[in-house]
């Protein structure tokens, strides 16, 4: 994404979406109530005697005061829903309702009802060069392909190898079995825009794949794994040599806050505030060291519940994280509502009458 202009006194930012990860990055930075300016299609009334009927569809630029936002992880378009506010008078649109479909290429103006913290870190993490890995993890019998994005991991699909024959080296079999596979699944990744790709295996079915990766046409890192398969993407994730490696694909600050959230429940759970209630609560005392929001809370119905305390966490909190639902540790926040918080000291989850 490149940010063409902003203007914080006017609360207004123009960008340019360039990649499907932009789409996610602005689905959380357009709130209900905002203005969204971009080139659209519309369909023309034409006037037939005393009654009107629908003409072809235009190519126009509308500014729609947003109603909602729709938007499904790793798809390539996203919804703004609203009511047009500015049109050119012959189309006599305004008032009426429509939406925009903003897609990669596309260039849009928001103006902003309030410009919040959390919008100012979602906005620096989008400017960023966005990167994306292919993974491929690999066992005995399953091989998962997955790509990791600023969203999280996105599970392409998962193949099952063929079974080993009792006769024979099990490694040659295994070299045998991944021979055209392997080549074939590094295209597809790269096909889907990713760098480099990560191959995640045990010791003996990355021993049995070295001589194929060495004739990729992506740059590859090996990473022995206890299990391959799904099992193995889990365990990927949570891999402490891989931090400067997400922290590149912007999922570092998360999966650290998830790891720490995590660790005060076990040893400190008075610092951690979990749900709507505790964190509010915790943000009147001032006691928030750390938002952490689910993003699917950002894209679900409870996003006006959500921005209430974000927009309070914007004056007190240290720092507020946006937590892809796909990073594992995630399922705890969405039990609790899609919100928690790391606090800098203790607050009484109950209200103590005098």
């Known amino acids: 994404m490149r940010l063409l202009e902003e203007d914080k006194r006017l609360k207004k930012l123009k960008l340019q979406l360039e990649t499907p990860e932009d789409l996610y990055f602005a689905s959380l930075l357009i709130d209900e109530g905002d203005v969204v300016t971009a080139w659209t299609s519309r369909q023309l009334k034409v006037q037939r005697g005393v009654g009107t009927e629908r003409g072809d569809r235009v190519r126009v630029k509308l500014s729609v005061k947003v109603k909602k936002v729709e938007f499904q992880r790793f798809s390539d378009t996203l919804r703004v829903l609203g009511v047009i506010i500015d049109a050119p008078e012959w189309l006599e649109a305004r008032g009426a309702h429509h939406t925009i479909g903003l897609r990669p290429g596309d260039e849009v103006e928001i103006v902003k009802s309030s410009l919040l913290k959390h919008h100012e870190r979602i906005l620096q993490l989008a400017t960023q060069r966005v990167k994306i890995a292919g993974v491929l993890s690999v066992d005995v019998d399953e091989v998962a392909v997955a790509l990791i ?6 599970v392409v699909s998962v193949i099952p190898m063929p079974r080993p024959r009792k006769e024979g080296s099990l490694k040659d079999q295994l070299r045998e079995n991944m021979r055209n596979l392997i080549p074939q699944l590094a295209e597809e990744v790269k096909s889907r825009k990713a760098d480099i790709l990560l191959f995640a295996a045990p010791r003996l079915v990355r021993e049995a794949a070295e001589e194929l990766l060495e004739h990729l ?50 040893k400190y759970p008075e610092r951690v505030a979990l749900g709507a209630e505790e ?28 921005l209430g305390i974000l927009k309070e966490a914007s004056e007190t909190a240290r720092d507020i994280v946006v937590v892809p639902l796909e990073l594992e540790g995630a399922e705890l926040l969405k039990r609790s509502g899609g919100v928690a918080a790391l606090l800098y000291f203790a607050v009484p989850r109950y209200q103590v009458d005098a």
């Open 149 to 154: 994005r600023p969203q999280g991991l996105e």
């Open 217 to 266: 046409s992506l740059p590859v890192r090996t990473i022995e794994t206890s299990e391959g398969g799904l099992a193995g993407l889990h365990e990927l994730m949570r891999r402490e040599d891989l931090r400067g490696f997400l922290k590149e694909r912007a999922l570092l600050a998360p999966k650290q806050a998830l790891e720490e959230l995590i660790r005060r429940l076990d």
């Open 279 to 306: 964190v509010s609560r915790a943000l009147s005392a001032r006691a928030v060291e750390t938002l952490l929001v689910l993003d699917e809370a950002l894209l679900s119905g409870e996003r006006e519940k959500v």
